[in-house]
């Protein structure tokens, strides 16, 4: 019947919409197990890891980002797009203190629960899987957009956070050794002259005042933090992508197009970011811890994968009338992604939640297939467009 063709012809363009998601994510999935296969062959091991980050980071990654910005006209970018991820990861920043606060944690504990949740992996997996929705132009750009915020904010406040926390611990560890060695000078002095000093005890002398507890120094006196954030701006500065970025967008106020040869190379280098990642996270699986941590990491992946994409819709009704059509589904679907590898770098570097942050880089990455498929059939579902 008439009906039935139209039902039939709907569920034909449903497949035909959906399949190049599907292959693409599916695709992801097969490099995934490929690095565990070979690592379990032997054929690759943990050591061999940073050698591929490094070439990610420091080679396909500024590629990636520069090519990007410098093949469209800088004034015309969806800067509001910039601001809409801007705002979701200050709000995730905001919205963790009174949770750490009501945990009774401290700025390590605050640390872990924000990196753990938030870092949104956009550009490996979001240029593929954005390609495969709305075509090369939007797949390759809006991932960058969506990155852009995390250098301009996320990793300089997670870094400044990081360095305040690790001069507190220093300096609560040496506070901790001084005072071991002033108890133990104190016990010797004990040891060799009982009466002297009790009676220096009894007259408030020199051991009185020993024993007396230092006064509490407030923590922004105890640490450099103006030596942190200018130690923190230059790192920041100097990150490659952050570096491909700005290169990126000065050349695009040049107006001038980039050359073919040029253009072809950087696509090779955008090109390997994908598959290089994904196969070193498929390395990186093998012998997790996943039992040790699994609650806590449990709570984290859900946050990232569910409540994250959820909170960028009333971001997104925030910012009425400016970020429309394919590019607020295209926001929904990015902050569905996995927790990005560089979560797992920075704990593993500040020795803060690095168990946590292995597993919730992995277990993110094993569901990305349905999450991402649902996000999008859930779009769908509800006809979501401004």
Excluded at 254 to 269: E, I, M
């Amino acid at each position: 019947s008439g009906k039935g063709a139209v039902c039939v012809s709907r569920r034909q363009d449903y497949m035909v919409d959906y399949l190049p998601t599907l292959y693409t994510v599916s695709a992801l999935v097969l490099v995934l197990c490929a690095g565990v296969a070979c690592r379990l062959a032997h054929l690759f091991t943990r050591a061999d890891i940073p050698v591929l980050n490094r070439f990610v980071f420091f080679a396909c990654l500024p590629c990636t980002v520069f090519r990007a910005l410098a093949t469209h006209p800088l004034l015309e970018l969806d800067w509001t797009y910039v601001a809409a991820f801007l705002l979701l990861r200050v709000a995730n920043a905001a919205l963790f203190v009174p949770v750490t606060l009501a945990l009774r944690g401290d700025i390590a504990d605050y640390l872990v629960h924000y990196l753990g949740s938030t870092w949104v992996d956009t550009i490996i997996f979001g240029v593929p899987i954005i390609t495969a929705l709305y075509g090369s132009d939007m797949g390759n750009l809006y991932p960058v957009l969506a990155a852009m915020s995390s250098f301009v904010f996320q990793l300089p406040y997670m870094l400044i956070c990081f360095e305040v926390g690790k001069a507190h611990r220093e300096h609560k560890a040496a506070e901790r050794l001084q005072h071991a060695e002033q108890q133990e000078h104190e016990s010797q002095l004990m040891a060799a002259d009982d009466g002297t000093c009790n009676n220096t005890n009894a007259a408030g002398g020199p051991v009185a005042a020993a024993q007396a507890e230092p006064k509490e120094v407030p923590l922004l006196r105890r640490i450099p933090v103006l030596k942190i954030v200018l130690r923190v701006i230059w790192h920041v500065l100097t990150v490659p992508p952050l570096v491909g970025i700005i290169i990126g967008m000065c050349y695009s106020l040049t107006g001038w197009s980039v050359p073919s040869l040029l253009d072809q190379t950087l696509v090779f280098f955008a090109n390997c970011v994908t598959p290089v990642v994904t196969f070193a996270v498929g390395i990186f699986l093998v012998d997790l811890p996943f039992l040790a941590v699994w609650k806590t990491s449990t709570l984290y992946v859900f946050y990232k994968l569910v409540v994250m994409p959820a909170l960028m819709i009333p971001v997104l009704y925030l910012m009425h009338h400016t970020v429309t059509g394919s590019a607020a589904n295209i926001a929904v679907v990015l902050a569905s992604l996995p927790l990005a590898f560089p979560a797992f770098t920075l704990a593993k570097q500040y020795g803060l939640g690095e168990r946590e942050m292995s597993t919730c880089v992995a277990a993110g990455t094993l569901l990305m297939l349905p999450t991402v498929m649902a996000w999008i059939a859930l779009l769908d579902a509800v006809d979501f467009h401004f």
